[in-house]
Every structure is written in C-alpha cells, then in structure tokens.
C-alpha cells in the first residue's frame, strides 16, 4: 500500500513539472515569433496580418499552446483525490482547477480554428470583409480569449493555487518558503485582470507586466511543487 501511494506522489509530481515546463516552450516561441502577449492590445488589423505572415507553423504553435496543458488536468485530480478526505475543500479546489484548465484551453483553441479563417478574410477580401473579419475577432477574442481564457481561466488558477497553498500549509507537505512563493505569485497574477477590465472600462489603471510576471511565477511555483512531490509520501 504505501509503495502504491509513494508511486502517486511521483505520478502528480512528474505530471506537474512536465505540464509546466512543456507550458513555456510555446510560450517563449510565441512571444519571439508573434509578439505575444504584448501584440493582444494593438490595432485589429496588426494582429491579423502578423498571424496571416506566421502562415501553419504558427497554427501549430498555438496547438500546441493549448495542448501542452493536459498533463496537469491528471495532476489536479490525482492531487485532489490524495487530499480531499484530509480537508474538506479540496474537492472544491479541485473542481475550480479542472475548469481554469478547460476554460483556457477552449480560449486558445481560438487561434487555430478560427482566427485563421478571420486572418485570410482580412487579408484577400475586399474593405467590406476587412471590416466584418475585425469586427468578428473583436467579438472572438473578447469573448474566448479575455472572458474565458484570461478572466475566468487565470482567475480560477489563482483561486485553484491559494486554495492548494492552504492545504499544503495545514498538511505539511510543501516548505513555508515554497507556500508564500505560491501566495505571491497568485497575487501578481490577480493584478493582471486590471488589465482585462480596462478592455471595456478605458481610463481604469492597469498594472503592467502583472500577467507576465505573475504567470511566470506561477509556472516556476508549479514546477517547484512538483519536484517536492517526488520527495514526499502522502500518509
């Protein structure tokens, strides 16, 4: 029984570095190749030329954006099945973790079924299609990428992550240096939703940088916990 259970704690802890690291190699080439995040907030029709230009090898990228994720959606619930008899809200924490996962993943996916459809619409159609291709990726991006993705998504992330800092804290199972580094970089990530409140609230003062910073932070948290999770046996 106990080697069973040591075996998981090497499963969720292996599933967390892999998810993490995998999660900053598209990462890091989408923001060489195509400017991200940085190019979200410029003009409509920047944006679709520059990922018209990227042609399939940038499709592919955000693909693998989306997909590269997965391996935490079985850490999150092998995590909150080894825990949740332990603390009553861990089963919480982990249906809220599951859907940040979903949600964002949904988000992404946007880029490679249907901003390449707007993306050419803008650039062979006539002024007429032009405007209808912007008009549609506003609707698409405000709707998939800042409601879904980066509001509900990286806010239910933070939430997953605090909650999880608890346990780990009442538990014993990660160091308090690790526990507040996670709290930290929660809280940087939460600043970053200024930014997503000023796309329909002009004028409201935006904390820049929050986003790349606190998903960094995290990303690092992450791959740090999992390594613990390799030393550590759940009793």
Known sequence: MENSLFKT??????????????????YTILSVTFEYPVILRQDTGVILTKFQQGGHTLIWTWWAFAMVGLPL???YILLGQKLENKLYFVRWATYVGVISLVVQMVGLLRWTFVVPVLAANYLNGNEMTKEAAKIAFQVVHQYGGVTLGEHIGQLFTIVWTVL???????????????????????????????????????????????????????????????????KIEIK
């Open 9 to 26: 704690e090497k499963t969720i802890g292996f599933l967390l570095i892999l998810g993490g690291i995998l999660l900053f190699i598209p």
């Open 164 to 230: 999880m800092c608890r346990a780990f804290d009442k538990l014993r199972l990660l160091p308090k240096w690790l526990i507040w580094f996670g709290y930290g970089a929660s809280v940087i990530y939460l600043l970053a939703q200024t930014e997503l409140f000023a796309t329909v609230m002009p004028g409201l003062p935006v904390v820049d940088l929050a986003g790349f910073i606190g998903s960094t932070l995290w990303l690092v948290w992450l791959i740090l916990a999992g390594f613990k999770f390799l």
């Open 73 to 75: 959606l079985p850490a």
